[in-house]
């Protein structure tokens, strides 16, 4: 019998994440999740028809470690790892205070370094695989209000170039994707907002925001053997916000 691929999601509970999740287990896939929320994970086990699950802080890269590490125990090794951890902060760098730019540098950066690592002690020892770091369009693109943001999703994409560079001799794969503004509960504050939706749709070409499952699907392309001469590239999925300009009529 064939193994089935094992994928590691962080931030597994989101709206990305769990989209990400679904889309897997469709395509035959184990998945297993980290959250902070131990109900939302539950439950989110519980939809998927099980799998594993581990409440852990994203942040704290001993704490992603051991719980990759003991996903990659029992299941001989693991194929991929995807962050899925984030945030967002719309605020001028004058207004930002030292709590928010550190949370924003933590929640962002951070964690997407703790894949990294990770990831690649793990999958070193196995035979490679790959990883997806979730960058952002504000990082290709100068947006206002965006200053915290956009520089740690900058570092987002640096180190996955980066870390492609590192470990393609150990056959692992990094990519990072780059969206746009997307309809998830972390976003609830701008799509909930009539006024702040209304000017954030008028900024992509395509003339509006982007769904979770579009992301997830490129995110588990990525993560698939069908990816599997693709490696230290941003993926824009972001309806032209970051590379077109003007919209052109018939």
Known sequence: MERQPVYVILGGTGGIGSAVARKLVADGARVALAARNSERLEQMANDLGGGTTGVLEATKIDEVEDFVRSVADANDGIDGIVNCVGS?????????SDEEWRQTISANLDTAFATVRAGAKVMGRTGGGSIVLMASA???????????????????????????ATYAGKGIRVNAVAPGLVDTPMSAAITGNEMMLKASTAMHPLGRIGKPEEIASVISWLLSEEASWVTGQVIGIDGGLASVRGKATA
Not at 88 to 96: F, S, V
Not at 141 to 146: C, M, R, T
Request: hydrophobic letters at 60%; a positive charge; zero cysteines.
């Open 138 to 164: 504000a990082a290709q693109v100068g947006l206002p209000s965006h200053e915290a943001i956009a520089a740690a999703k900058a570092g987002v994409i640096g180190l996955a170039r980066s870390a492609a």
């Open 88 to 96: 967002i902060l719309l605020k001028a760098a004058h207004q930002t």
